[in-house]
């Protein structure tokens, strides 16, 4: 059996009877927060966004009474091992157990166990892999940017996937399908969007979209992968000429992807929702220079149900729509489209305001203290990525930023771990390889 995906030096488990599940947890969440993947047998597992080698925790749906069901036992083995997946499931009550596993048996465990609840941040616990997987697949699946964001993000999710080896986890990323089937579903959609909003002006990383593509060549058809190859600049001009047409990409195509640039995304506070709505991702952008649109992927579900609404720095409202459903099913949610909100703003007041999503428009703003932990976060990530990409002046910038706001949401632990980062960018190899898709997603593609 392969090892395990998850190999934390301690982990805790717990039964928890009011939620009917099983959580298992290492790490409390950092300051840039945590993006979480669903997995077969109702599984939910959380990546902190920051440092995504360390495990932070995972949620097992209980299927009928204290049992869990066959796919959940597959793919918590999986994670976990068979030793810790045996002992979560056989948690019965309530209360904090440590599951067996590498600290019982180190001699050294106090230093592992001295940070109570978690580990070391700097002690590695996610497969590097599975970490990669989960972040790239946040980025292509939560984010109002460009097709060419969401299909390289894709692209470099399911190369990351090809190299998990846990045959237990049977449908990576959606639960339902086989590996096989959605491997090949996302780089199908992946291929497309990459083709169809390629723009060769554009920061991408050529030799790392070269290891990618070679990686998710199985699941690529003859089209495709010349396509994706002629416009990384791989494929021969003679091969490129002798190809029939119906393969070859017009040079409109290529030039259309950035005919209208997306501006910087703006973070959007989703706090003041009940979270019977589930809304965990939203943005917003400057469309004109009096008019910002906020947008809440794959949610067509909410239309006409959910406000946006934009405040200036003091707090007083600036504008409020509806979020309506779009005029086309957005593909990469799965045809469930988008709901969308167009606000008028003066112009000089644009700038500088703020957005949050609600049910109950007449009602005031949330807290500033939510205010401000959703500012962290977005400072957070903002930092993750500038820390992946080596930009040493933005990193510190940003994480800055990031810890002034946790200070303003009353959270000291998570300032003084931002401000760690700050002064200590990628300690310890918390930082992993960049992204795909980070150099375009920091130009504001």
Request: hydrophobic share 40%; net charge negative.
């Amino acid at each position: 059996m392969p090892d395990p995906l998850i190999e934390s030096r301690a982990m805790v488990g717990e039964w928890d009877g009011e939620g009917r599940g099983w959580t298992a947890r290492d790490w409390v969440p950092g300051p840039a927060g945590t993006v979480g993947l669903t997995l077969p047998g109702g599984v939910e597992l959380d990546v902190d966004v920051a440092s995504p080698g360390t495990f932070v925790g995972l949620w097992v749906d209980a299927e009928r009474a204290r049992q869990p069901g066959l796919a959940a036992i597959a793919t918590v083995t999986a994670l976990v091992g068979e030793e810790r997946a045996t002992a979560l499931f056989a948690l019965d009550r309530s209360g904090v157990r440590q599951l067996p596993g590498p600290a019982d048996r180190d001699p050294d465990a106090d230093r592992f166990r001295r940070f109570g609840r978690g580990t070391d941040p700097t002690e590695p616990g996610v497969a590097p892999e599975l970490a990669r997987h989960v972040l790239a697949l946040a980025d292509a699946t939560g984010r109002d940017g460009s097709g060419l964001v969401a299909g390289l993000s894709l692209l470099d999710a399911a190369a990351a996937a090809r190299w998990i080896d846990a045959p237990g986890i049977d449908g990576l990323g959606i639960a339902g399908l086989g590996l096989e089937g959605r491997m090949a579903d996302m780089v199908d959609r992946a291929a497309e969007l990459v083709i169809d909003n390629w723009s060769a002006d554009l920061p991408i990383d050529r030799p790392v979209l070269t290891d990618v593509i070679d990686t998710v060549d199985p699941w690529l058809t003859q089209a495709q992968r010349t396509a994706l190859r002629e416009l990384n600049g791989e494929v021969d001009v003679d091969e490129v000429i002798a190809m029939p047409s119906s393969a070859r990409l017009s040079s409109a195509v290529s030039e259309r992807a950035a005919s209208a640039p997306v501006s910087r995304l703006r973070p959007v506070d989703v706090s003041a929702l009940p979270e019977s709505f589930s809304v965990v991702e939203a943005a917003a952008r400057d469309t004109r220079d009096a008019e910002a649109e906020v947008r809440i992927p794959g949610r067509a579900d909410l239309a006409e149900r959910l406000w946006a609404r934009s405040f200036d720095a003091d707090g007083t409202i600036l504008a409020a729509a509806p979020l309506l459903a779009g005029e086309h099913d957005d593909e990469r949610n799965g045809g469930r489209g988008d709901i969308v909100a167009r606000l008028l703003i003066p112009p000089a007041s644009l700038r500088g305001a703020t957005f949050d999503i609600t049910d109950r428009p007449a009602e005031p703003r949330v807290s500033p203290r939510a205010r401000a932990t959703v500012e962290a976060i977005a400072h957070g990530r903002n930092a993750a990525r500038a820390e992946r990409l080596g930009d040493r002046k933005e990193t510190y910038s940003r994480w800055g930023r990031s810890a002034d706001a946790w200070s303003r949401a009353g959270d000291d632990d998570r300032a003084l771990t931002a401000r760690r980062y700050a002064e200590d960018p990628g300690q310890g190899g918390r930082v992993p390889p960049a992204l795909l898709a980070d150099p375009l997603i920091e130009s504001g593609a």
